[in-house]
Antibody
Framework: EVQLVESGGGLVQPGGSLRLSCAAS????????MHWVRQATGKGLEWVSL???????YYADSVKGRFTISRENDKNSLYLQMNSLRTGDTAVYYC??????????WGQGTLVTVSS | DIQMTQSPSSLSASVGDRVTITCQAS??????LNWYQQKPGKAPKLLIY???NLETGVPSRFSGSGSGTDFTFTISSLQSEDIATYYC???????????FGGGTKVEIK
């Protein structure tokens, strides 16, 4: 059974940092591009970042320079280091596994709340 | 960046009705479009990929069509378990960004 389990969300003050983790199982992790997608309460889906199978990374303009995506294939794990957090970053963050732009697998999400 | 315009933003229909959602791209994206279903409090689920291909295990009442800039998602006979928000998503300009439509919330009348 495929599983993606996110962790690391929580409440943080503006300007603070958080590191999200995503543990994968049930599929060949190293063969999948891995993404972070977020969703503010009552809003739509917003793509955040991608790390492909070669380790190349890409970011939405809204998080570029503040967020860093990484992966450890030996540990079947994906990460998102989030710095200089803003209130607008408040959302549920999903990790997702994709092949050629198609999100095959999704985690259950972890809530990040940026508030003073 | 490519923009995706999804409509309507919400709809109400009766069980058994045919439901149609459209997604329009700001430029030609060939067939690089997927459709997802998201139920409240849950992660999205892939239903249709490459505009018209039904994901394994998805009921055949769901279908997709279109290419270029105009795409359609159809539920041929709405069921109560289909209450959800549906999103289109384009991937023409890989590797980034992957743009989602604004979503369509489907409710039972």
């Amino acid at each position: 059974e495929v599983q993606l389990v996110e962790s690391g969300g929580g409440l943080v003050q503006p300007g603070g940092s958080l590191r999200l983790s995503c543990a994968a199982s049930g599929f060949t992790f190293r063969s999948y591009d891995m993404h972070w997608v977020r969703q503010a309460t009552g809003k739509g889906l917003e793509w955040v970042s991608l790390i492909d199978t070669a380790g190349d990374t890409y970011y939405a303009d809204s998080v570029k320079g503040r967020f860093t995506i990484s992966r450890e294939n030996d540990k079947n794990s994906l990460y998102l280091q989030m710095n200089s957090l803003r209130t607008g970053d408040t959302a549920v963050y999903y990790c997702a596994g994709a092949v050629t732009g198609r999100f095959d697998y999704w985690g259950q999400g972890t809530l990040v709340t940026v508030s003073s | 960046d490519i923009q995706m315009t999804q409509s309507p933003s919400s709809l109400s229909a009766s069980v058994g009705d045919r439901v149609t959602i459209t997604c329009q791209a700001s430029q030609d994206i060939s067939n690089y479009l997927n459709w997802y279903q998201q139920k409240p409090g849950k992660a999205p689920k892939l239903l249709i990929y490459d505009a018209s291909n039904l994901e394994t295990g998805v009921p055949s009442r769901f279908s997709g069509s279109g290419s270029g800039t105009d795409f359609t998602f159809t539920i041929s006979s709405l069921q109560s378990e289909d209450i959800a928000t549906y999103y289109c998503q384009q991937y023409d300009n890989l590797p980034r960004p992957l743009i989602f439509g604004g979503g369509t919330k489907v409710e039972i009348k």
